[in-house]
Each structure stands twice: as structure tokens, then as C-alpha cells.
């Protein structure tokens, strides 16, 4: 199994740009969450998901922010417009069932906002 | 809402000797999971230990091994024989007991603490 994929692996961009982040989870996982690393805050779950629907978003830090999981094999976290304050590691990790306690991340996304 | 602590931002161990890193956590919850994640820095997280609260016994993963203290809500990460491999960054992590079906449940994590082994 290729383990929870995500791309691209580094993303720079100017201010004001809107920027889209991938990620295939494992196949067979029906849960899928997004988390945002920085330094100060850490990781932070922004959104996941069961079953390709939205179960809590209260991470997600503004409207600029967007998710969706169109099927159970893909799912894209948005910021539209970004901002410097954005820049930090995203990550994508995935679940299988609901008793399952191991979760699968992905290599993360650098993302630099300018 | 639950809160996870690691109070040290950074530790150093000789390569060989034995270093404990120290998690805090808070829940008002009677059931619920604990977790080590390792980042080294490829940034993959990968998961170390867990521990389940209903659990007395402390786990163990080979060199990995974990003093859980429930009524101090306590949970700390032994690392046994320190390898230069073990270099990277540790999360404590927490995550309530999902008890209906259907339902899921997030992890909380602490900041992490930054591991360095001295050859």
C-alpha cells in the first residue's frame, strides 16, 4: 500500500493567491483528517471526515479555508485568498472504521505564503 | 474540551542511556486513548505507543515504553537504549473512546517536545 498520499509536497505562493492541497488517503479508510503544523500552535485539526462527509469543522480558522471529499479516494483543502499567516506544514491522515485507533499520515504540504 | 501538555520544548540523551518525556493531559472523560507520535525529520508522523485508559498496564513497543498515571493524568514516553535514529520530534496525543457506531472522534496533541541524541 502507497500509505496516505499528498501533494505536492512544497507549495510556494504570492499572498493573495489561491492555493489547493491534495491527498489520496488509503484505500479502504473511510475516515480522512486535515491538520495544520506550526510552530506555535502545533498541530491542529482543522476537518474530517466519515464517509466523504464533513463530521466537525470547527478547526478550519476562516471562510478562506474550504474542504470537500467528493468520493472516498480524494479530498482538497483550499485557501483562497492566502496569507502569510497561513504558511505552516498540512498534513492528511486517514482511518479505517470507527475502532481503529491507528491513523496513517501523509508527508505533509509545505506551504510558504509570500 | 481536552488539552494536551508537554511542558519541555527540548531534551538530549547520550546515544545508549535512557530518557523519559513527560505528557500531560486533561478530560473530563473516563475512557479514552493516549498516543506517542514520532516526526522525525522526513515529517512523516508515525505512530510509537498507545495506551488505552482502561488499561492498567503500561505499554510496551520493544525500546518504547510508557508510564501512564491516570488519576494524575500523567503519561510519559521511556525511550530505553537511545539510538542516533531516535532523533526527532515526539507528540503526546489523546483521543476519546468512540463508543457509537457511526461516530468518530479527533485527536488532540500536544506541541511536541524536540529529542536529540548525542552520539
Known amino acids: 500500500d502507497a500509505g496516505v498520499i499528498q501533494s505536492p509536497r512544497h507549495e510556494v505562493t504570492e499572498m493573495g493567491q489561491e492555493v489547493t492541497l491534495r491527498c489520496k488517503p488509503i484505500?479502504?479508510?473511510?475516515?480522512l483528517f486535515w491538520y495544520r503544523q506550526t510552530m506555535m500552535r502545533g498541530l491542529e485539526l482543522l476537518i474530517y471526515f466519515n464517509n466523504n462527509v464533513p463530521i466537525d469543522d470547527s478547526g478550519m480558522p476562516e471562510d478562506r479555508f474550504s474542504a470537500k471529499m467528493p468520493n472516498a479516494s480524494f479530498s482538497t483543502l483550499k485557501i483562497q485568498p492566502s496569507e502569510p499567516r497561513d504558511s505552516a506544514v498540512y498534513f492528511c491522515a486517514s482511518r479505517r472504521g470507527n475502532l481503529n485507533e491507528k491513523l496513517f499520515f501523509g508527508s505533509g504540504t509545505q506551504l510558504s505564503v509570500l | 474540551a481536552q488539552t494536551v501538555t508537554q511542558s519541555q520544548p527540548e531534551m538530549s540523551v547520550q546515544e545508549a542511556e535512557t530518557v523519559t518525556l513527560s505528557c500531560t493531559y486533561d478530560t473530563s472523560e473516563s475512557d479514552y486513548y493516549l498516543f506517542w507520535y514520532k516526526q522525525p525529520p522526513s515529517r512523516q508522523m508515525i505512530l510509537v505507543i498507545r495506551q488505552e485508559a482502561y488499561k492498567q498496564q503500561n505499554a510496551t513497543e520493544n525500546r518504547f515504553s510508557v508510564n501512564f498515571q491516570k488519576a494524575a493524568k500523567s503519561f510519559s514516553l521511556k525511550i530505553s537504549d537511545s539510538q542516533l535514529g531516535d532523533a526527532a520530534m515526539y507528540f503526546c496525543a489523546y483521543r476519546r473512546a468512540t463508543l457509537l457506531r457511526g461516530a468518530n472522534s479527533k485527536l488532540t496533541f500536544g506541541k511536541g517536545i524536540t529529542l536529540s541524541v548525542r552520539p
Open positions: 484505500s479502504g479508510h473511510n475516515s
